[in-house]
């Protein structure tokens, strides 16, 4: 199985800030690396696929970098709605596709 | 714009057998693969397995032996059954929408989830 990791676990920040989430992978997963954004009582929405691309509607705060196995999301600007949490997902492993544990981010 | 729907029933005894129906409406279910999630405090997301229209199947290694995915195109309806439940498989179930492949791909629609409780 690849293992999917990120980091920090969780994070606080305020208005305006820009913060990082980390993902890594335990192989290489190339760019087949996808971002969730999960609200309370929500299903997951794709946030960006295949690394750096933004799924329709989602605000250009959002970007994503990496490949092979070290990524990164970017939330630039934060807003209050941005409280949530954070999920990388590779879909390289046709066999069982697999997510990282979450990263619950806070604003302050 | 299509959409999901989970149902099915929320509480299972150990041992029984875990049922449910995702309806997709809006689009055709052709062209790509349907999975099933779940998602438990202590395990967080977990992909159970998916199909597509034209058949190919696969399952998460860990629940293969306990899984069985059908298709029902007539109702738009797919389903998932697992077998054996403990309270292990206490979760909420999404079902989603992939890509149009078996690797690659992303989940870019998704139902609202059914929680399930395994319990006596």
């Known amino acids: 199985d690849i293992q999917m990791t990120q980091s920090p676990s969780s994070l606080s920040a305020y208005v305006g800030d820009r913060v990082n989430i980390t993902c890594r992978a335990s192989?290489?997963?190339?760019?087949?690396l996808n971002w969730y954004q999960q609200k309370p009582g929500r299903a997951p929405q794709v946030l960006i696929f295949?690394?750096?691309t933004l799924h329709s509607g989602v605000s250009s705060r959002f970007s994503g970098s990496g490949s092979g196995t070290d990524f990164t999301l970017t939330i630039s600007n934060l807003q209050p709605e941005d409280c949530a949490i954070y999920f990388c997902?590779?879909?390289?492993?046709?066999?069982?596709?697999?997510f990282g544990q979450g990263t619950k981010l806070e604003i302050k | 714009q299509v959409q999901l729907q989970e149902s099915g029933p929320r509480l299972v005894k150990p041992s029984e057998t875990l049922s449910l129906t995702c309806t997709v409406s809006g689009d055709s279910m052709g062209r790509y693969f349907w999975s099933w999630i779940r998602q438990s405090p202590g395990k967080g997301l977990e992909w159970i397995g998916h199909f597509s229209y034209v058949g190919t199947t696969r399952f998460s290694p860990s629940l293969k032996s306990r899984g069985t995915m059908v298709l029902d195109p007539s109702k738009s309806q797919f389903s998932l059954t697992l077998t054996s439940v403990t309270s292990a498989d206490t979760a909420v179930y999404f079902c989603a929408r992939g890509g149009q492949q078996s690797y690659g791909g992303w989940f870019d629609r998704w139902g609202p989830g059914t929680p399930v409780t395994v319990s006596s």
């Open positions: 997902q590779q879909t390289y492993s046709e066999l069982l596709y697999t």
């Open positions: 295949r690394v750096s």
């Open positions: 192989q290489s997963v190339f760019t087949y």
